[in-house]
């Protein structure tokens, strides 16, 4: 099947650094990735989508300054959470579909950020 | 517009018994409707899927769910729980649009006593 991998699994990061996540799909060409955000006990929050080669689509409320998604290829899309902060300590979960219908998509085993 | 209810947010069940998790839509579009579950700090798994072929889906580890239109349900039911089933259950629909994004119900916490 589809293999999503996501790194790291985990970091801790000094308040006022940047942290970069990556999300690569390993056995397929990913048109679409999709980033969300789950906080403890909660359900996941899409953040933002992106197609390879153009710009992410924000969801509202979301900083698109503070949060920088690339996806430079069609198996790698990266989100870079810039100038972090305790409060962007959360559960970040990507995901990537293969089909322009988005029928399926693969979730990556997300990437746990802690703030300190 | 689309959106998903978990009916429940957390189920507890013996080891042994059934399991039925809870889920209601609305799409304006037909529906793809999918259960994923999550492991503590793990990503999610899919389970099953529904994409206008079967009602009846069948998915891993025993577990199924029905597509009922008339009631915009889409339940998860297993018929006998395993304590490996304790995680985290999610309920999700995409819309028919050309590049859709997932929504996500809430999530059941599924508990299962020994």
């Known amino acids: 099947g589809a293999v999503v991998s996501q790194h790291p699994s985990w970091v801790i990061c000094k308040s006022g650094t940047s942290v970069k996540i990556e999300c690569r799909s390993l056995?397929?060409?990913?048109?679409?990735m999709f980033w969300y955000r789950q906080f403890p006990k909660q359900s996941l929050m899409l953040m933002a989508t992106?197609?390879?080669?153009?710009?992410?689509?924000?969801e509202q409320g979301v900083e698109k300054d503070k949060f920088l998604i690339n996806h430079a290829s069609l198996t790698l899309s990266t989100l870079t959470v810039t100038s972090a902060h305790p409060e962007d300590s959360s559960f970040y979960i990507c995901?990537?579909?293969?089909?322009?219908?988005?029928?399926?998509?693969?979730f990556g085993q997300g990437t746990r950020l802690t703030v300190v | 517009a689309q959106s998903v209810t978990q009916l429940d947010s957390h189920v507890s069940v013996s080891e042994g018994t059934p399991v039925l998790l809870r889920c209601n839509y609305s799409?304006?579009?037909?529906?793809?409707l999918f259960w994923y579950v999550q492991h503590p700090n793990k990503g999610l798994q899919l389970l099953l899927k529904y994409t206008s072929a079967a009602t009846l889906v069948k998915g891993i580890n025993g577990f199924e769910a029905e597509f009922k239109k008339s009631e915009t349900s889409f339940h998860l039911t297993k018929p006998s729980a395993h304590m490996s089933d304790a995680a985290e259950y999610f309920c999700?629909?995409?819309?028919?649009?050309?590049?859709?994004?997932?929504?996500f119900g809430s999530g059941t916490r599924l508990q299962v006593q020994p």
């Open positions: 992106s197609n390879e080669g153009s710009k992410a689509t924000y």
């Open positions: 056995d397929f060409q990913a048109t679409t």
């Open positions: 995901s990537a579909s293969q089909d322009r219908q988005n029928t399926e998509a693969f």
């Open positions: 799409s304006s579009y037909s529906p793809s």
């Open positions: 999700v629909v995409s819309d028919g649009t050309l590049v859709r994004a997932l929504t």
